[in-house]
């Protein structure tokens, strides 16, 4: 007799995705009411510059990032020119976006390898338009330093198909709310909270919680009195309407100067602070 697959059965994660979806619809709705339902329209870059864009954003804010790619496109016309720079002065261009001695030599290596997969009309990623969309996020994964989220934001934001990036805004939110299982990682996060979603909601979906996440649910002192959302929020079932304040920092057991703990804690379901 052959041995049972570990993990959960069939029937539960059919389950999950049900009362995940049951989840989602009522999220949809009340951010949507809230957020003025957005929707994707046309690309707001093409599918390289978004690219290029997405690197720089890395680790750093939207103002940043903006900044540093105005700064590159004006040094540089074209990709090639790109390509050609000295990867140092590169680098000094590109700094006002942060760790531009990573981003720099990333950028060109990615950049040399869309030329070189684009021979007929180089840097031109509008195929990417035609494939299966798990063909064209492995393509994309498949540069040097693009992971599942660089790859969804290319996708969703230059030609509006329904991959998903997982930001930490997003997967605080979904976490918070219980979409995610206990302990579920942000690549994986990717998979699920996608696989759960109809591919007419996966843009409303990301813009919602990430403006959420930046304008009530915050990393620390999230304000649940302005959230719609209380009713269905694990975390505020579970963290916020059981904690008295006063005891909070000794209920979650780390204290401030270790801020990795803390906010691992927060994430996942800890004690908000005081």
């Not at 009309?121 to 540069?143: G, I, N």
């Not at 976490?175 to 109809?198: A, F, N, Q, W």
């Amino acid at each position: 007799m052959s041995p049972r697959a570990s993990g959960p059965s069939r029937q539960k994660l059919a389950a999950e995705r049900r009362r995940r979806r049951a989840k989602i619809e009522v999220i949809l709705d009340r951010l949507g009411e809230r957020y003025d339902h957005p929707r994707w329209s046309t690309p707001r870059l093409d599918p390289t510059a978004e690219l290029v864009l997405t690197i720089l954003s890395q680790n750093t804010s939207d103002t940043n990032s903006a900044r540093a790619f105005d700064l590159l496109r004006a040094a540089y016309p074209t990709w090639d020119a790109v390509l050609a720079a000295d990867t140092a002065e590169l680098a000094d261009v590109i700094r006002p976006g942060g760790l531009a001695n990573v981003k720099a030599p990333r950028i060109q290596a990615v950049l040399a390898e869309v030329r070189d997969g684009t021979a007929g009309t180089p840097f031109d990623l509008s195929f990417l338009a035609a494939l299966p969309l798990e063909e064209a996020k492995a393509w994309l994964v498949d540069l040097p330093g693009i992971g599942p989220k660089t790859a969804a934001i290319v996708l969703l934001f230059a030609f509006g198909r329904p991959a998903l990036p997982v930001d930490t805004h997003v997967f605080r939110v979904a976490t918070r709310l219980g979409l995610l299982p206990p302990k579920t990682d942000v690549v994986r996060s990717h998979g699920i909270l996608e696989g759960s979603l109809e591919p007419d909601e996966v843009y409303a979906f990301h813009v919602e919680l990430i403006r959420h996440g930046r304008e009530v649910c915050h990393a620390q002192r999230p304000a649940c009195e302005l959230c719609p959302l209380t009713d269905i929020c694990t975390y505020y079932r579970e963290v916020v309407s059981r904690a008295p304040r006063p005891s909070v920092r000794r209920a979650i057991g780390a204290e401030p100067t270790d801020p990795e703990a803390w906010r691992e804690k927060l994430l996942h379901g800890a004690l908000p602070p005081e």
